[in-house]
C-alpha cells in the first residue's frame, strides 16, 4: 500500500496478525503499519472502515478493556492511550455546550513503558 494513502477508502486490509477486545478489532500490517476498524457495534459487527493509526509495531495485544499494548520495531513496550466517549441521552436534553467535544479529544497516542 502506498505510503499516506487514505485507509478509509481502501477496500480491504492485508493484515499478519489481528486482536480482538470487546468493543474493537486492531490489525497489524507486514509492514508494522497499525489500523483500527470503526463502526463496529453489535448491529454491525463488521463495522465500517480500517483507519491507520501512528506507529509501527512488531507485534501487538489488547485487553479485554480495550486496552492496546504493542512492541515497537526497536523493541520497546508501548501502550496505547486510546479514549473512548460514550452517547448520553441525559446530556442530550440538557444541551449544555460544555460537554462537546473537540477533534482532539479523540486522538491516541502510544506511551512507551
Not at 497499525?34 to 454491525?44: E, F, H, I, Q, S
Not at 480500517?50 to 499494548?69: A, F, H, M, N
Not at 482532539?104 to 512507551?112: A, F, G, H, K, S
Request: contains cysteine; glycine residues 6%.
Amino acid at each position: 500500500m502506498p505510503v499516506g494513502t487514505d485507509w478509509e477508502h481502501v477496500p480491504g486490509l492485508q493484515a499478519c496478525q489481528l486482536a480482538l477486545s470487546t468493543r474493537t478489532v486492531w490489525a497489524r500490517c507486514p509492514n508494522g503499519d497499525v489500523a483500527r476498524r470503526y463502526g463496529v457495534t453489535d448491529k454491525n459487527p463488521a463495522g465500517d472502515y480500517w483507519k491507520k493509526i501512528p506507529g509501527s509495531v512488531s507485534r501487538l495485544t489488547v485487553t479485554p478493556l480495550d486496552e492496546l499494548w504493542a512492541i515497537s520495531t526497536s523493541g520497546s513496550l508501548l501502550q496505547r492511550l486510546t479514549k473512548t466517549f460514550s452517547h448520553s441521552h441525559s446530556l442530550q436534553k440538557n444541551n449544555d455546550p460544555s460537554v462537546l467535544l473537540h477533534p482532539d479529544d479523540l486522538e491516541d497516542e502510544w506511551e512507551v513503558i
